[in-house]
């Protein structure tokens, strides 16, 4: 068994944020010549690197509980992986196969497969949760299109909408193209009049909005409180190297670290790149006290917690203007309008009010970036009982679109952070956060 | 991305001079007293693995239950994110006096494998009879909130809770 | 877990004689849920609070039987009366036989 780095494929087509064709992508282009090569110092399930079977097999190492699948075919962050998003394709139906509506309507709910209803909401009492970022497809059928047109649009939908959310789903082999018929079949049988709905809360046009968890700097109610009480002894011992954090920021964490992170994510000019606490705790914690302070470990974790706590209450300060900031932040924002993964989606897709934001993704009410996502992390998440800080929600929001994971404290992610954290310029931090 | 209410606003100051927030005192570790149990396995000691129909023959038998849904008031959320974590505050109107008071509220899951999630005893010095918990929600399901009064009345009220399941990538 | 017992309880800063007052306390637990072997629960050692006791100045005032349908980390909210100065401590006992103990100083202002 050997270990190998995410190797970056290089394609043909040149990258650049002009070729995405997204609405409102970076006005300025991304300059990717000046960004320097970064080694990671993540713990070893936050590398993104690869274990490589005696059957040659990739097997991806992430964290306990997530996929091992390698999506290294698909486009990822990777400011080096060039290659374009996968080309558009002409598709027509598979002669000989007639469409099942019943096999269609099992495929539409299939959470292994989109789910299809995780966008699109169709009838029936066993539809929970659908969401609404597509459109409702409810009497969809009524509307007579031809079946060689929807099949084209659950195939490859971009032949006719360049700037659709929704993934090729034929192109990537997500769905086959039998199972496509099956769905258009399916699509056809819907027409109106929907009955009257039983339930609003099936219908994510009409559903309640989740109300949160409560306080989240009230230690009865966020447990990430007490972890980042933890942080309170290390940042007082004395790491191999003789020194702890106190030695050299005097009166306390509280009163040393006041309003540092309102300026976080920033260019740090000893390391060459943009850096958010957590990714300069990697660094600069061995080289001042000797202690490791890997990304993602509990410890990088709970100081980041700690130190960011010092500036709660106090706006987010982040620095925009000057040339490196700039050109990070164009870079940022080309990520955050990039399409990558199997799904081919953008963050753009979901996170932004003329597209997803603020619509149901099945259950999940999406956020939307330009209110700000990033004064509350690192945060809590209920479903997980653990710490994330905004990388491990990047890798956790990617996983499943189908990417293979850019190292944690890699600097794609934090020039996507830094583009993120512009929205939260002048709201008070408030960490740790409380999420589901 | 889910969003919550932006209500974090005040800093940990502010919530620091509001609140006193206090620390443990002592903690032991485990320790062999008589709650502990023999270490091969507590299945049998745990709720019954039943239909909620059971669990309330066991718990009240064939004793009535009065409709409860004007004195009992069942905070909860209508929607929970995350059904390992569903805030659930009961509140029964009651003088709370040592002649007439709450004594017991059960809170009850219907469609939980072990439906009972808790029961709790009250005393006249609690002032209120208001209990909060966390539940843990396998799925969609009512909750039940049962008050036993001091003189054995049984009131009852219960609320639906949608639990959505991930989205894709949650 | 290595923060497992840590309890933190939560009452208003200002509280007056003859106050009712709501207290709010999480305890760090991992309140461990039934698992399943081919469809049939594994009898083991479920490692979970099941008992939560309330104490005012050494009296009972609340008491509470949970199961593993409490969340991990588990919160109580409830009231009590001030009526006097003193001690109100909140213990939580675990099926491993662990007790963990929480308390807060009554005063009045």
Not at chain 1, 77 to 82: F, G, L
Not at chain 2, 45 to 55: I, M, N, R, S
Not at chain 2, 143 to 160: F, H, I, P
Not at chain 3, 93 to 100: A, E, V
């Amino acid at each position: 068994m050997r270990f190998i780095r995410l190797s970056p494929m290089l394609g043909s087509v040149a990258l650049g944020a002009l070729a995405l064709g997204c609405a409102g992508a970076a006005t300025e282009v991304p300059d990717y010549g000046n960004v320097p090569k970064w080694t990671t110092r993540a713990i070893p399930e936050a590398r993104g690197e690869f274990r490589v079977g005696p059957d040659g097999k990739r097997a991806a190492i992430r964290y306990r509980g997530w996929t091992t699948r390698d999506f290294g075919a698909f486009r990822t962050y990777a400011y080096d992986d060039t290659r374009p998003e996968p080309p558009v394709q002409k598709a027509a139906p598979p002669p000989g196969v007639t469409g099942d509506p019943k096999k269609g309507r099992a495929l539409f709910m299939n959470r292994a497969k989109g789910p299809c209803t995780g966008c699109h909401l169709i009838p029936g009492d066993d539809v929970w949760p659908a969401g609404s970022v597509g459109p409702d497809q409810s009497t969809i059928g009524d509307r007579k299109l031809p079946d060689a047109y929807l099949y084209q649009l659950v195939y490859d939908p971009r032949l006719v909408f360049p700037n659709t959310s929704m993934p090729p789903w034929g192109t990537v082999g997500g769905l086959k193209p039998e199972e496509i018929v099956h769905l258009v079949a399916y699509l056809q049988t819907l027409k109106g009049p929907v009955p009257p709905e039983k339930d609003p809360h099936r219908n994510p046009f009409t559903r309640a909005k989740p109300v949160g968890f409560g306080d989240n700097l009230d230690p009865t109610n966020n447990p990430a409180v007490l972890r980042a009480e933890g942080a309170e002894a290390l940042w007082a011992a004395k790491g191999p190297a003789g020194k702890a954090c106190a030695d050299c920021h005097q009166g306390g964490a509280v009163k040393a670290m006041r309003g540092v992170a309102t300026r976080y994510p920033k260019f740090v000019k000893a390391y060459g790149r943009v850096m958010a606490i957590e990714d300069f705790l990697t660094v600069h914690g061995p080289e001042t006290t000797g202690r490791p302070f890997p990304a993602q470990s509990a410890d990088n974790l709970n100081m980041t917690m700690h130190v960011k706590m010092a500036s709660n209450g106090m706006p987010v300060a982040v620095e925009t203007t000057s040339p490196e900031a700039r050109a990070a932040l164009a870079r940022g924002k080309a990520s955050f309008y990039r399409r990558v993964g199997e799904r081919n989606h953008a963050c753009a897709d979901c996170h932004t009010p003329e597209k997803g934001a603020d619509k149901f993704l099945g259950g999940r009410l999406l956020g939307d970036a330009s209110e700000g996502f990033t004064k509350h992390f690192p945060l809590w998440r209920t479903s997980q009982s653990d710490v994330w800080d905004m990388r491990k929600r990047f890798q956790w929001c990617m996983t499943p679109l189908g990417m293979n994971m850019l190292p944690a404290d890699s600097i794609e992610y934090a020039e996507l952070e830094m583009y993120l954290t512009t929205f939260d310029k002048g709201k008070p931090l408030s960490v740790p956060g409380i999420r589901h | 991305m889910e969003r919550t209410p932006s209500a974090s606003h005040i800093t940990r100051r502010t919530l620091l001079r509001a609140l006193a927030v206090v620390g443990l005192a002592g903690v032991s570790g485990p320790l062999l007293g008589p709650d502990a149990v023999p270490a091969q396995g507590n299945l049998g000691a745990l709720q019954p693995e039943e239909k909620v129909e059971a669990t309330m023959k066991r718990l009240f038998g064939s004793r009535p239950l009065k409709d409860g849904s004007s004195a009992i008031k069942l905070d909860m959320p209508l929607i929970a994110e995350n059904g390992a974590v569903v805030p659930v505050t009961v509140e029964v109107q009651s003088p709370m006096t040592p002649a007439d008071y709450v004594k017991h509220i059960y809170i009850i899951s219907d469609k939980n494998r072990r439906p009972m999630n808790a029961k709790f005893t009250l005393t006249a010095a609690m002032g209120t009879a208001l209990v909060g918990a966390n539940l843990r929600l396998g799925e969609t399901t009512d909750v039940r909130a049962v008050a036993e009064l001091s003189d054995g009345t049984l009131l009852m009220a219960k609320r639906e809770v949608k639990v959505t399941v991930g989205g894709c990538g949650g | 877990m290595a923060e497992i017992g840590k309890v933190r309880i939560r009452v208003p800063s200002s509280i007056k004689q003859g106050d009712v007052v709501r207290v709010r306390a999480l305890v760090i637990h991992p309140m461990e849920i039934v698992q399943r072997r081919d469809g049939k629960p594994v009898d083991k050692n479920y490692h979970f609070i099941h008992k939560v006791v309330v104490t005012y100045n050494g009296r009972e005032i609340l008491a509470a039987e949970t199961t593993q349908s409490v969340s991990e980390n588990p919160f109580f909210a409830f009231t009590f009366r001030a009526t006097e100065p003193g001690t109100l401590k909140i213990a939580f006992l675990d099926t491993h036989g662990g007790k963990y103990e929480g308390t807060v100083d009554i005063k009045f202002s």
